[in-house]
């Protein structure tokens, strides 16, 4: 039964607001296992909203004070509905059960290597290609090994290996950052690894600008902290050294975003933002929401895993501590809209 799926159309007949499905009976097959989709329909009788009367499990985006955040949010109790936020899910000591981070931190750093590599091996008026996701990491692994090689291979005034420096680097995402740049022969000389203490002092940081070729931020932003990078030395300064920012935590809209050089996402098709410059060189930002996308397969594995135990108790989530947990705090953020925005 749980593989079947049925789909409601929205009708295009003038006038026929009937529906073989209302939003009562639609929750009982829900409830009896089934899959369904609702077509909205402006038609209707039902207001699509009414047939949203459930509960969802998903990464809304929502709770950080993005951009948008009050109209997505606000669509959960104006269903009456209930959002279960899997970024949320954390377990006893406040760590998350499931999340993607280790191998968005493993394809943002082999993404930077190679936006180094081609701004090595490529004159500057020429732009990256875009990437598509890689069936295994193997792959991933073997083209970012062939990168950074061509790139070593170019006379330079500096033969070195790209620096590195990862922010976080002691969480699940600073970790596949690091892992990458050790996998594809970065030496760990040339691989900085800061997390906390290093950045207790505050920013900005001279050590991300002047001192490194590629800076990945792996941090989980929480709440405001001074910038890592200075808008206005990244623009004028003439000691920068820093090529390539891979912003893996991709708080573009958020008021707090530490990395204050870009306004907006890139994508897999244009992974780059060029970053304006008054001094060589030049200056590229990654800022890709959905990094793990490039190794769905390993990404999606090793996810699913960490999240089965909690799925497993969702038939119980009035009791089940992570799922009961994860309500509250719904409640509590929808407690943040206008009262107009919840009705």
Not at 273 to 295: E, F
Not at 334 to 341: F, I, K, P
Request: net charge negative.
């Amino acid at each position: 039964m749980s593989g079947t799926v049925i789909h409601l159309r929205a009708e295009c007949k003038p006038l026929e607001y009937r529906s073989a499905l209302t939003p009562s009976t639609t929750k009982a097959l829900i409830d009896a296992g089934y899959t369904l989709y609702v077509e909205r329909s402006p038609e209707r009788i039902f207001d699509d909203e009414e047939f949203e009367n459930h509960t969802h499990v998903q990464f809304a985006h929502c709770y950080k004070e993005q951009a948008g955040w009050k109209s997505v949010l606000s669509r959960f109790p104006r269903g009456h509905g209930t959002l279960l936020d899997l970024e949320f899910l954390t377990d006893e000591n406040g760590r998350r059960v499931a999340a993607f981070g280790y191998h968005a931190g493993f394809a943002g750093a082999a993404l930077a290597l190679q936006a180094w590599a081609w701004q090595v091996t490529h004159p500057s008026s020429e732009t990256f290609a875009g990437v598509k996701p890689y069936d295994n990491e193997d792959l991933l692994l073997q083209d970012v090994r062939a990168s950074v090689e061509r790139a070593m291979a170019q006379p330079r005034e500096d033969g070195n290996h790209p620096k590195v420096l990862v922010i976080g680097a002691l969480g699940r995402c600073g970790t596949g950052a690091v892992e990458l740049c050790q996998r594809v022969g970065i030496p760990e000389d040339r691989i900085v690894k800061w997390d906390m203490p290093e950045t207790a002092r505050g920013g900005p940081f001279d050590e991300i600008t002047d001192d490194s070729d590629i800076f990945v931020n792996c941090i989980y932003l929480s709440s405001a902290i001074p910038p890592f990078i200075s808008p206005s030395k990244a623009r004028t300064s003439t000691t920068r050294n820093l090529s390539v920012v891979c912003d893996v935590s991709c708080d573009t809209t958020n008021p707090h975003n530490p990395i204050p050089i870009y306004d907006r996402n890139t994508t897999f098709e244009h992974p780059l933002l060029q970053v304006p410059v008054d001094h060589p060189p030049k200056l590229a930002v990654i800022s890709i929401d959905h990094l793990p996308s490039l190794l769905p397969r390993e990404a999606s594995e090793a996810f699913s895993r960490a999240l089965l135990p909690s799925l497993l108790q969702l038939k119980d989530r009035q009791s089940a501590r992570v799922w009961k947990q994860a309500e509250d705090l719904f409640k509590e953020k929808v407690g943040t809209l206008s009262a107009e925005s919840r009705s």
